[in-house]
């Protein structure tokens, strides 16, 4: 069996014309692609998730409806605690984007030469 051939979805000519083709072909740009991937795709799967399953709890079970505590039922503690997600999801986020945009900063700063 062959081996999968690693397709650019860039021409050779568009390399040439423009550096930052290059750069985005470089294994440094592509490893921090991977992980800014690694964060998002779970953390918005996992946000998604949790927004959804109010509704649907709600509309087709009576899960939500028992007293939690002093007369709130557990449907409006679930919606405050999306609240709670998406305040501390936020948070998390901005720090892990200030990671990533320094990973960024550095690939440009290694590749500053060749980018003209």
């Known amino acids: 069996m062959e081996s999968p051939v690693k397709k650019s979805y860039l021409t050779e000519e568009h390399v040439e014309k423009r550096p930052y083709y290059q750069l985005v072909e470089t294994e440094d740009f592509k490893g921090l692609l991977q992980k800014k991937k690694a964060f998002i795709i779970p953390v918005t799967t996992f946000f998604l998730t949790f927004y959804f399953v109010l509704p649907v709890l709600a509309a087709y079970t009576n899960v939500l409806k028992g007293e939690a505590f002093l007369g709130i039922t557990w449907a409006w503690v679930y919606a405050l605690l999306q609240f ?9 986020y901005l720090k892990k984007s200030e990671k990533y945009d320094k990973m960024a900063q550095n690939i440009l ?7 003209g």
């Open 109 to 115: 700063t290694k590749y500053q030469k060749e980018l």
């Open 84 to 92: 709670v997600v998406v305040w501390i999801g936020g948070i998390v």
